[in-house]
């Protein structure tokens, strides 16, 4: 089975990949990830992918592109979990030509529909633990008085450098332009996105998305 899950910044889509991996037994693919691992690797295209990241703007579908296409045919896998890609038509195109090609096909689209204050709440307050990688919020997730990572007990969190609420207004803006013509995209006739309310508790999102998810696999 392979899923994308489309979502708003701050949509909680990194959340709820975790718990579709664990579930569904998928393949984590997040654009995200690949991108700040690039940048970290220091590459002649590093510096090139921050500048666009820290202005919420979007990297080139071409590089996007072969990204994905080198993660897909390394991944060996029996399904995946897009996470922040498609962002754009042609990147949905190039997906649905990657997967045809090797044999698979586009299972289920969810996406998380979060409201504009949700989004900037949510990501504004973000942290993570250095050591972990464990995500707070500090209005409603702060980690323990002591200042202590609750999952390792490191001492030292970060912000993602385009987590900013400027740059987070216009991750947002981009995010609404793009995520309309992927809606038309994927519904119509193919009939295979399935919208989530993303404003609710988290648990309440992962019973939606599972349950769906289920149905369409026919557990
Ligand atoms: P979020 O979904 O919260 O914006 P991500 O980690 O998915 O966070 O993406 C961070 C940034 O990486 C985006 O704002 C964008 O600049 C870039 N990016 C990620 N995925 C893509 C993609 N598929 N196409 C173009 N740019 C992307």
């Known amino acids: 089975m392979n899923i994308v899950l489309l979502g708003a910044p701050g949509s ?3 959340t709820q990949s975790h718990f579709l991996c664990k579930e569904f037994d998928l393949t984590h693919l997040s654009t995200g990830d690949l991108l700040r691992n690039e940048i970290a690797k220091q590459t002649p295209l590093s510096q090139n992918i921050l500048e666009t990241i ?4 979007l990297v080139s579908d071409e590089l996007i592109a072969d990204l994905v296409k080198k ?4 991944s060996h896998t029996k399904g995946l979990l897009f996470d922040g890609f498609p962002r754009t038509q042609v990147q949905a195109q190039l997906l649905d ?3 045809e090609i090797l044999n698979m096909r586009l299972d289920l689209v969810i996406n998380l529909l979060v409201s504009r204050e949700k989004v900037i709440e949510r990501i504004v307050n973000r942290y993570t633990c250095i050591k972990c990688g464990a995500i707070y919020n500090t209005l409603t997730k702060p ?3 002591s200042t202590k990572c609750d999952s390792c007990g490191a001492s030292e969190f970060k912000q993602r450098s385009d987590d900013r609420e400027e740059v987070v207004l216009e991750r947002y803006k981009i995010y609404q332009d793009q995520c309309e013509t992927l809606k038309d995209y994927y519904g ?3 009939g295979i996105i399935f919208p989530v309310d993303g404003d609710q508790d988290v648990s309440v999102v992962w019973d939606d998305i599972k349950r769906e998810t289920t149905k369409r696999l026919g557990r």
Do not use: A, Q
């Open 71 to 74: 993660t897909i045919e390394e």
């Open 143 to 145: 980690w323990d008085s």
């Open 12 to 14: 909680g889509k990194g």
């Open 188 to 190: 119509g006739d193919r």
């Open 97 to 99: 030509s990657i997967l």
């Open 54 to 57: 820290n202005k919420g703007h």
